[in-house]
């Protein structure tokens, strides 16, 4: 198996991946926003796309469908209550379903909150030599959480955080459906000035452009993104001073950190 990001230039600074089976030489495109550009990536790599996967309803998370499908017939699979919202599902996917292709094996998990019909991906540990991997769209990205001013819900993202997210290994590799790195990790030094990890990935990524951001692990993230550590006393405290009616909960802080990042 192989995975292909690329960084779309566009102003919502979108990335596309094309997961690929080095077996079959078939792949899956993931979240396209420009089909000619998946397109011609899968054939300058060597691959036939058969399945496209759209995390949510977005249009720049499915405008690049009707390119792919004319060109491949490619099968479109999206949540089952995103039938309707995205044209022509040919598949509707629910919590724990199995997509297989090849040596492509993903599991599907429900991830509602940036919208209600949201799912992210994971490739277990067992189908990647140990290293799971998250395709988390736009629930998870890199330093932040995913916004819910598009009909999303705050109250269901800090519970997919809880249910879905938070479990998974430390191991886990993230591949987020956008890049913030830099925007977020200056909010999160805005949360947690003295945050060594913040600070040493703000310096790392300084000089990146958008294509060459690394890939971070859960792990990582764990160190930095506040979204994943609100029971850290430092965060808590300094949200309290601006926000005197702040909760003592998780669901409180995360809420709290939410409605900062909007702002940001």
């Keep these: 198996m192989k995975i292909f990001r690329r960084y779309m230039n566009n102003p919502l600074r979108n990335f596309n991946y094309l997961i690929a089976c080095e077996d079959t030489k078939q792949a899956i495109a993931l979240d396209p926003l420009d089909g000619q550009a998946m397109l011609d990536l899968a054939a300058e790599e060597g691959y036939d796309i058969k399945l496209i996967i759209n995390t949510h309803e977005h249009h720049d998370h499915i405008e690049g469908n009707p390119v792919i ?153 764990r160190e930095y993104n506040p979204f994943l550590r609100l029971h850290e006393l430092s965060l808590i405290n300094k949200l309290k001073e601006e926000v005197p009616t702040l909760g003592l909960n998780d669901r409180d802080v995360f809420k709290a950190l939410r409605r900062l990042r909007d702002q940001w």
């Excluded at 925007?183 to 452009?209: G, I, M, T």
């Design 69 to 221: 499908v004319t060109a491949t017939g490619a099968r479109v699979l999206a949540h089952e209550n995103a039938i309707g919202k995205i044209p022509n599902v040919d598949q509707g996917l629910a919590a724990g379903d199995r997509i297989e292709l090849g040596s492509i094996h993903l599991r599907v998990l429900f991830t509602p909150g940036h919208t209600p019909v949201h799912l992210c991906l994971l490739i277990d540990a067992e189908y990647n030599e140990g290293l799971p991997i998250l395709f988390s769209g736009d629930t998870l990205f890199n330093a932040c959480a995913g916004n819910c001013r598009n009909g999303g819900d705050v109250d269901e993202m800090y519970d997919t955080f809880v249910s879905q997210l938070m479990p998974l290994p430390n191991e886990t590799l993230l591949y987020p459906g956008h890049d913030y790195m830099k925007n977020n990790l200056a909010f999160a030094l805005s949360r947690e000035p003295k945050n060594n990890s913040a600070v040493y990935w703000q310096d790392q990524v300084s000089a990146h452009e958008p294509d060459e951001m690394p890939i971070m692990t859960l792990g990582q993230e």
